[in-house]
């Protein structure tokens, strides 16, 4: 038997640890994006080449003439037309005043009868064709697409929970001696 006997009791106790962490409630509706597309644009505007012909000095040369032509040349015709017989009677006129230089009536006339017309050799046609050209042209103007999203995105409801730590003792720790 002995006489003394020590126990030492140790300590007895319950940790309890919760983490910390985050509680959300899910959303009723998922988020949603409303897309807005616009389409790039290309417009081309063209112009076709263009050639301009202008005949009308050939056709002047024909005596196809356009109305403010056509009364010119009339009226330089006549004015040449009345000079000529006013040079015409001034010449028969002085030549009658030499009658008595044994030139008959019949001479005169028969002069003039005589006479040979002048010709001028021409080459028709006298003028040409006028070719004048305008290039072609092209215009181009690009404006570019663009996609733009616009989200939705429903409130969630976070909440934090801050961990815990309990510490409970079941049995607090002491020495006991019998003797």
């Not at 020590?6 to 985050?22: C, D």
């Not at 001034?90 to 005169?108: M, P, Y």
């Not at 009868?113 to 690009?142: M, R």
């Amino acid at each position: 038997m002995q006489l003394l006997s020590i126990h030492s009791i140790p300590i007895q106790y319950q940790m309890h640890v919760e983490p910390a962490h985050l509680e959300m409630e899910h959303a009723a509706d998922a988020p949603t994006a409303k897309v807005t597309q616009q389409d790039s644009k290309l417009v081309q505007h063209t112009t076709n080449s263009q050639i301009h012909m202008n005949a009308y000095n050939m056709r002047k040369a024909f005596g196809l003439l356009n109305s403010t032509d056509f009364a010119h040349s009339r009226a330089e015709k006549a004015e040449a037309h009345i000079s000529s017989v006013i040079q015409d009677t001034v010449i028969t006129g002085k030549q009658l005043s030499h009658i008595e230089k044994n030139v008959t009536i019949s001479d005169i006339i028969k002069q003039k009868a005589l006479k040979q017309p002048s010709y001028k050799t021409v080459f028709l046609p006298n003028g040409g064709t006028e070719i004048s050209w305008t290039p072609g042209k092209t215009d181009l103007q690009y404006e570019p697409g663009h996609v733009s999203m616009d989200w939705n995105l429903p409130q969630v409801d976070c909440k934090y929970v801050p961990s815990s730590f309990s510490l409970k003792i079941t049995q607090w720790p002491h020495v006991e001696v019998k003797y």
